[in-house]
């Protein structure tokens, strides 16, 4: 007969037994070899992240006059062609948050505290994550498919062939074109969304003069928010790129996985911004 | 005795999907200048992979791999590394060229990387290559709108833009008409003995096939892969009075020489 498990003798529980619970074997497997894979996942994106880094920086003049067209070519991609999709985003983002946030505060007689509920929603959280889930939907999944492709056909080796190292030709352009690109596109879209959200406030006849609701605006900024918001971009917009690209690129890929690591990028990339997103929270609230 | 330009020595031939696995063992394998090899061998024997070992592209799972340059005389000088890119790969089934640039762009490509310059500096020297590969007309083209004979053509242009030392051939014959394996012969017969001083003709050739027959007039030197193993099969004479049944088999196989 077995002996009995010992108590916990600061709450009176057989330990033990806690341990040796009825959990299903076949969950304790999942869960186990769930995050046995995502630990591996996060530890070789994170040696993609530091290699195209330390080809970035090693090779930015190698063959400028090939990859640099390039870079302009994804800077254009992933910035100046969503500038159509974050005007509407910005004129959305102005009527829903701030025409009726302006004219709420107006109306309890908190006017006063409009251009620190701006800078807060606006300039802190929404405009960068917005503009990088934007940047994720149209150009995010465009790069996957289009690297996983590559991949998939053996033109990543045919450049390795050709003495032309793939890390440069395909992932730093897209790495420096994504970040400048949600960088620029926050900027836009913030913009955007504080004068059309004024517009909305103005024709719901808020009384609310522009004189006073910029000086309010200018009063709640702070260097600081320029630094972290231009940090906080770039980052995204380079998580973005490094996780889309690895996914793409980075692993042997058949043709028919390639809509399955389009899937997984996606996802790992919205995990990572939000994730990217809580740290600068927490800075914000040390500031 | 000159030096090789590439030298395999018991070399093995990992699988691509598991390093662990080794597909061709005991490979000793040595190129030297004017030389046309020629690798037979089965589908799925691992021919592909022994020229990506060869390439640099794939690591050796056992035994050493050593490449050397030709001086300025033309003999090799076996302590002068040279460049990996100055090793030519064509891949089989298409010679995977790069279907998001032009056919003129996938040729100036390797040569404005290694040089430095924009894809439209190199004009005249494109021009020259698809004039020889008979590609000019098709130069603004995507590569994917070509049939699979002109997209490897295409990917035979961009291995001699960088004029290699070695031109390595996956299975360059697979798959194509009859007229398309007449071009390829032609034009690697006058590579291989080139009347035209400007044409980038490599010191050596080296093609995989499964077919012997179109070889036969080409070829320097033949092996074989068989079973997991290299055996060199030795000179056209003695390839053609082989006994062996994979050798018989691709000398006759009435399939394979159809056309």
């Given at each position: 007969m077995p002996a009995a498990p010992p108590l916990n003798r600061e709450k009176g529980l057989p330990w033990q037994a806690v341990l040796q619970s009825p959990l299903p074997r076949s969950y304790t497997n999942f869960v186990g070899q769930w995050m046995l894979r995502w630990i591996d996942a996060s530890h070789k994106m994170l040696a993609f992240a530091l290699i195209s880094l330390g080809v970035l920086t090693t090779k930015f003049k190698t063959a400028s006059a090939v990859v640099h067209p390039l870079i302009f070519e994804q800077i254009a991609r992933a910035g100046l062609g969503?500038?159509?999709?974050?005007?509407?985003?910005?004129?959305?983002?102005?009527?829903?948050?701030?025409?009726?946030?302006?004219?709420?505060?107006?109306?309890?007689?908190?006017?006063?505290?409009?251009?620190?509920?701006?800078?807060?929603?606006?300039?802190?959280?929404?405009?960068?994550?917005?503009?990088?889930?934007?940047?994720?939907?149209?150009?995010?999944?465009?790069?996957?498919?289009?690297?996983?492709?590559?991949?998939?056909?053996?033109?990543?080796?045919?450049?390795?062939?050709?003495?032309?190292?793939?890390?440069?030709?395909?992932?730093v352009p897209r790495v420096l074109g994504m970040a400048i690109g949600v960088l620029t596109l926050s900027s836009y879209l913030i913009l955007g969304a504080v004068f059309s959200g004024y517009l909305f406030a103005f024709l719901q006849d808020v009384p609310l003069t522009p004189g006073e609701y910029f000086r309010q605006l200018a009063l709640a900024l702070t260097w600081q928010d320029f630094a972290l918001l231009a940090l906080k971009t770039m980052a995204f917009g380079g998580i973005l790129a490094v996780v889309t690209c690895f996914h793409g690129l980075a692993q042997p890929l058949l043709l028919a996985e390639v809509s399955t690591a389009t899937t997984r990028a996606l996802v790992t990339s919205l995990i990572a911004c939000v994730a990217l997103d809580a740290l600068f929270i927490v800075v914000y609230l040390l500031m | 005795?000159?030096?090789?330009?590439?030298?395999?020595?018991?070399?093995?031939?990992?699988?691509?999907?598991?390093?662990?696995?080794?597909?061709?063992?005991?490979?000793?394998?040595?190129?030297?200048?004017?030389?046309?090899?020629?690798?037979?061998?089965?589908?799925?024997?691992?021919?592909?992979?022994?020229?990506?070992?060869?390439?640099?592209?794939?690591?050796?799972?056992?035994?050493?791999?050593?490449?050397?340059?030709?001086?300025?005389?033309?003999?090799?000088?076996?302590?002068?590394?040279?460049?990996?890119?100055?090793?030519?790969?064509?891949?089989?089934?298409?010679?995977?060229?790069?279907?998001?640039?032009?056919?003129?762009?996938?040729?100036?490509?390797?040569?404005?990387?290694?040089?430095?310059?924009?894809?439209?500096?190199?004009?005249?020297?494109?021009?020259?290559?698809?004039?020889?590969?008979?590609?000019?007309?098709?130069?603004q083209r995507r590569p994917a709108i070509l049939n699979r004979g002109l997209r490897q053509r295409v990917a035979l242009a961009r291995a001699l833009a960088l004029r290699p030392s070695l031109l390595l051939l996956d299975n360059p014959l697979g798959g194509l008409a009859t007229s398309q394996i007449r071009w390829w012969l032609d034009f690697l017969a006058r590579l291989q003995h080139p009347r035209h001083p400007a044409l980038p003709a490599p010191a050596a050739i080296a093609v995989t096939t499964d077919n012997l027959r179109p070889w036969l007039t080409l070829g320097t030197h033949f092996a074989l892969i068989e079973e997991g193993r290299w055996r060199s099969l030795g000179s056209p004479p003695e390839v053609a009075s082989s006994q062996h049944p994979a050798v018989r088999e691709m000398l006759i196989d009435p399939v394979h020489t159809r056309d």
């Open positions: 969503m500038l159509p999709m974050i005007s509407f985003l910005a004129a959305a983002l102005g009527f829903v948050v701030i025409g009726q946030t302006v004219a709420l505060l107006t109306q309890v007689g908190a006017q006063d505290l409009i251009g620190t509920v701006m800078v807060t929603v606006v300039v802190r959280e929404l405009g960068p994550l917005i503009a990088a889930m934007v940047v994720l939907l149209r150009v995010g999944t465009a790069t996957v498919i289009e690297l996983g492709m590559t991949r998939a056909l053996g033109e990543v080796e045919a450049l390795e062939a050709l003495g032309i190292d793939p890390i440069h030709y395909l992932v | 005795m000159p030096a090789s330009l590439i030298e395999l020595r018991g070399v093995s031939i990992p699988a691509r999907q598991d390093p662990d696995i080794t597909v061709v063992s005991g490979v000793d394998w040595r190129v030297q200048d004017q030389e046309f090899w020629v690798i037979a061998g089965p589908p799925g024997c691992g021919k592909s992979l022994l020229l990506e070992v060869a390439a640099g592209l794939v690591a050796p799972g056992r035994g050493t791999r050593s490449v050397s340059a030709p001086s300025a005389a033309g003999t090799a000088t076996a302590a002068l590394p040279i460049p990996e890119h100055r090793i030519g790969l064509v891949f089989a089934d298409g010679g995977r060229p790069f279907n998001q640039l032009t056919v003129a762009e996938n040729v100036a490509l390797p040569l404005c990387y290694h040089r430095g310059c924009r894809l439209d500096a190199v004009t005249s020297e494109v021009e020259r290559l698809l004039d020889w590969t008979e590609l000019a007309p098709h130069a």
